[in-house]
Every structure is written in structure tokens, then in C-alpha cells.
T-cell receptor
Framework: GQSLEQPSEVTAVEGAIVQINCTYQ??????LSWYQQHDGGAPTFLSY????GLEETGRFSSFLSRSDSYGYLLLQELQMKDSASYFC???????????????FGQGTTLQVKP | DAGVIQSPRHEVTEMGQEVTLRCKPI?????LFWYRQTMMRGLELLIY????????DSGMPEDRFSAKMPNASFSTLKIQPSEPRDSAVYFC???????????FGPGTRLTVL
């Protein structure tokens, strides 16, 4: 089968750095994505790693290592508004070779405290 | 652009009734996805379309669920008959080609009594 594992909850203080890990048991995927979801809201795209290594977008960075079946999302200079759920997802090929679907992890709830 | 539009935002119905959820994708996006989110099962892909054609419906739970995309501007997800276990938030998402980014609509919160 295919599964992605994330910690269920993480707590950190404002201004700190937090890393949310994602380990997976799947192969043959296009890349690893991260989505943010505030309570009662819709998931929104944060970052994507198609290749191994680090991708940086402002305060957020994401990392992928296919050889270790592992990725992470790094949030720096935490703000109260970063309190949300964070989902990792792999894009799996399906149907014809040019299509894919996202398989989501269960999500990590991040609580940022003052 | 207005983003992905879903209606209704909230739906409360009784067991056995038919429920129809609607989605208008972002103009120009070739892919449309229907997801269901619950506390127990997380975010699950139900079905997705490419250029209005269903590509993968392996996530559709059972025959009570059906989805259509009659044109590039509109899709529906129908549940008939509805059951209490169908209570969830249903999201529609769209993307451009096989893009790495999916844009989610605000969701429809369905409650089946």
C-alpha cells in the first residue's frame, strides 16, 4: 500500500523554528507537496519538491530525500497566524502517464503560543 | 479570478434524501478533483476529471455516489440516498494541466441526520 506518516500535533512558541516531518511508504511518485489548512478553511498550497533537496519560499522551506523516504516542512519566525494543520501529500501517477492524484497524510496540527 | 466556487456551503438533510454538491472550477484549469474530509479518514480523493472526462473514480465509496462534469465550467457530486456516515466536508479542487498545485474551493459541510 501507500501511506504517509506525520506527527499528529506540534506546539511551538512565537518566533521559533519548527520542523514537521513526513515519512512515506510509497514509490513512483512525482513529488511531495505541503498544504496548510486553517480551522474551518480549505487546504492551500505551500510548497512542492519534485527533486531531492531544499525548496525555500519566504519563511517556509520544504525538503525531500527519496532515498530516505522522508521529507519535512520547516517554518521559521513562527507567527500566531501559522497555527493550522499541515498536510504532506505525494502526487501519484494514475490513468494515462500525464495525470496524477494527491495522496494526503493525516495532517499535523501546529499550535503557536505567545 | 474568483477561485473555485462551491455550493451550497452548508447542507443539512435527512437520511435517505438525495444530495447534490456543485463546483465551478477556475477558468482554464483542466483537472477537477472531489475530496472528502472527516476526522477519522482525513482528506480522501473521491474522483477526478481531466478535460471533463473521469480519470480515476477508485475513491468513490459506493454506488450511492456519482459525479459528473458536463462541461469545463461545472461539476456535480451526487449522493443518493444519503446516510449519516456521509457527513463530512466535501472539497472541490482544480489544477492546471498536471500541475503540482491544486486550488481548493471553500468546501461544502454536509450533515446527514
Amino acid at each position: 500500500g501507500q501511506s504517509l506518516e506525520q506527527p499528529s500535533e506540534v506546539t511551538a512558541v512565537e518566533g521559533a523554528i519548527v520542523q514537521i516531518n513526513c515519512t512515506y511508504q510509497t514509490s513512483g511518485f512525482y513529488g511531495l507537496s505541503w498544504y496548510q489548512q486553517h480551522d474551518g478553511g480549505a487546504p492551500t498550497f505551500l510548497s512542492y519538491n519534485g527533486l531531492d533537496g531544499l525548496e525555500e519560499t519566504g519563511r517556509f522551506s520544504s525538503f525531500l530525500s527519496r532515498s530516505d523516504s522522508y521529507g519535512y516542512l520547516l517554518l521559521q519566525e513562527l507567527q500566531m497566524k501559522d497555527s493550522a494543520s499541515y498536510f504532506c501529500a505525494v502526487m501519484k501517477p494514475t490513468g494515462s502517464g500525464n495525470t496524477g492524484k494527491l495522496i494526503f497524510g493525516q495532517g499535523t496540527t501546529l499550535q503557536v503560543k505567545p | 479570478d474568483a477561485g473555485v466556487i462551491q455550493s451550497p456551503r452548508h447542507e443539512v438533510t435527512e437520511m435517505g434524501q438525495e444530495v447534490t454538491l456543485r463546483c465551478k472550477p477556475i477558468s482554464g484549469h483542466d483537472y477537477l478533483f472531489w475530496y472528502r474530509q472527516t476526522m477519522m479518514r482525513g482528506l480522501e480523493l473521491l474522483i477526478y476529471f481531466n478535460n471533463n472526462v473521469p480519470i480515476d473514480d477508485s475513491g468513490m465509496p459506493e454506488d450511492r455516489f456519482s459525479a459528473k462534469m458536463p462541461n469545463a465550467s461545472f461539476s456535480t457530486l451526487k449522493i443518493q440516498p444519503s446516510e449519516p456516515r456521509d457527513s463530512a466536508v466535501y472539497f472541490c479542487a482544480t489544477s492546471e494541466r498536471r500541475s503540482d498545485t491544486q486550488y481548493f474551493g471553500p468546501g461544502t459541510r454536509l450533515t446527514v441526520l
